[in-house]
């Protein structure tokens, strides 16, 4: 059975920090990217990092470009994204889900899913 569980959130006053992890499961994990994405009410889910299959090069999106870090350990099959000077806006529920085909921050693209981990920051 395919898993991906996400840990690591919470709450944080603004400019803190916090390190989420995605534990894989039931799948290759070398074979697969893997991405992580957020969602804030009312706001569609949008790609914010992923690192790619094989190489596993880093990618990231402007807005947490030089806060966020994302980094993999194969042999835990873990995900984690370090986040740095948090801001309000970074509120939402943050999710992991990997894919094999593409490095792409298009979550339709996405195969497998994590159930998602809270994280607020406030002002």
């Known amino acids: 059975e395919v898993q991906l569980v996400e840990s690591g959130g919470g709450l944080v006053q603004a400019g803190g920090s916090l390190r989420l992890s995605c534990a894989a499961s039931?799948?290759?994990?070398?074979?697969?990217?893997i991405g992580w994405f957020r969602q804030a009410p009312g706001k569609e889910r949008e790609g914010i990092s992923i690192?790619?299959?094989?190489?596993?090069?880093?990618l990231y999106v402007d807005s947490v470009r030089g806060r966020f870090t994302i980094s993999s350990d194969n042999a835990k099959k873990t995900v984690y994204l370090q986040m740095n000077r948090l801001k309000p806006e970074d509120t939402a529920v943050y999710y992991c889900?990997?894919?094999?085909?593409?490095?792409?921050?298009?979550?339709?693209?996405?195969?497998?899913w994590g159930q998602g981990t809270q994280v607020t920051v406030s002002s």
């Open positions: 889900a990997a894919d094999r085909i593409l490095a792409t921050m298009n979550p339709l693209m996405y195969d497998y």
């Open positions: 690192i790619s299959k094989g190489d596993r090069r880093a």
């Open positions: 039931g799948f290759t994990f070398d074979d697969y990217s």
